[in-house]
């Protein structure tokens, strides 16, 4: 099947139906564009209002023609301090308002190994302030990993190794920021739905909270997905083979939308087993079959990890193990989403996303 620029339904045809798509899947939790690139003919790498006007305008007012762009990422920029330091820092999240942060981090004044950290948004400097230890409530003398704070930035889950009360090894715990005391309380258990007696990793909060995304030891292994019933989490849904290919896969992220997934899988590349990070596109039944991201963001040798994707798509945060230009072992980067080449063309991807593997 070929790519034609503004046919978002995939009918060989640019029309009014194609309008009616895009309003179906921006606003009425309609299927994805069949083909992303054809959904986006102003060019500009999102999907959205713009490109409804602008098939309106090319379809009634005798608008510019709708374009196809292939979409990249940028050099990815190190956040350095007080996000990085000389010392090992991991797995950044943003509360949507963007007005406060979580990461991991064995910098100086650590409980013990890695501990969860949080930043504030200084609006009068126009920058971070320096990292608070999120205490003893929540921190142990083991690791403490993988934050992802809540869109309302007043949870953050995580991961605590054997603390008490969970199930057996790794579990996702959820701290809730206490107001009146000034601090975060002490950690609830995600309880026995989401955790296991093997081992649970990288949570990863959907932006509405109403999924919770995570890594699983369970059978068959990799990605899961549980739903917020309004008093507990629902037993987890395996994201199925296209995703979970070698059952190792972790570290998910996902669009506002629902519609763009990222993750980590660990590969052999030139003799080595390094974490990469790739990308899946929800057909509207299932997720599509996996493409790993470039060497912009998997830089050749380097690990890359813990992306965390930015609500609108645009922005991916991830960490990156001894990366040129970093400041420390472990350190945070940021790379946006740009087109590569303007233009009318053939997307040329190694297979259809809807048919094959």
Known sequence: MGQMAGDVNADSLVDLGDVLYEVSYLYKNGPPPVFYECGDPNTDCVVDLGDILYLISYLYKRGPDPQIVECGWSEPVNLGTPINTDKDDLSISFSSDWEKLALASNRIGTHGNEDIWYSLWDSATGSWTELQNCGTNVNTVIRDLDPCISPDGRKIYYLAWERPGGYGGWDIWVTTWDSIAGEWGLPENLGPNVNSESTEWSPFISFD??????????????????????????????????????????????????????????????????????????SGTEWGPSFLLPPSINYPGVRASKPWITPDGLKLYFTARSRPGGMGRYDIWVSEKVPIQKGKRFINREYDARHKR
């Open 209 to 282: 909270s109403s999924k919770l995304y995570f890594h699983s030891g369970r059978y068959p292994g990799g990605i899961f997905v549980s739903e917020w019933s309004g008093s507990e989490w629902s037993a987890p849904v395996w994201l199925g083979p296209n995703v979970n290919m070698y059952l190792n896969e972790e570290d998910p992220t996902v669009t506002a939308d629902g519609n763009v997934l990222y993750f980590v899988r660990w590969i052999e590349e030139e003799g080595d087993v390094l974490q990469r990070i790739w990308v899946s596109y929800w």
